[in-house]
């Protein structure tokens, strides 16, 4: 857990609005927030809450940048481990409020 935020690059073509970063991509057709939501999910999973911010919208002329940064909120219930102070170096979301340092441990 090391990724503080990503600029994510967001263009809408042919109906579609498409978000990139790092050879990954991913689209959705009514949203460039959706499309932004669902890179994040790809790149940090779907267990990690993410903030996302526009930096300059998407147009249908202009292509837009878009940040997304982990939800520095989101904490274990057990050791309030969260993506910037992991309890242990792979340590990863199990659950939306469970990391997998914890998971295996008595509550």
Known sequence: MSISHLDI???YSSGTYIARNS???ASCTYSPDVAV??????????KQRLIITALHPVSYTKPGVYRISP????M?????CNWYEACQPSCHWVEDDLCSACAGRDS
């Open 23 to 25: 050879g990954k991509t």
């Open 9 to 11: 690059s967001v263009r």
């Open 71 to 74: 939800d520095p909120s989101q």
């Open 76 to 80: 274990c219930r057990q050791c309030r």
């Open 37 to 46: 939501k669902n890179l994040g999910a790809k790149i940090f999973s779907t």
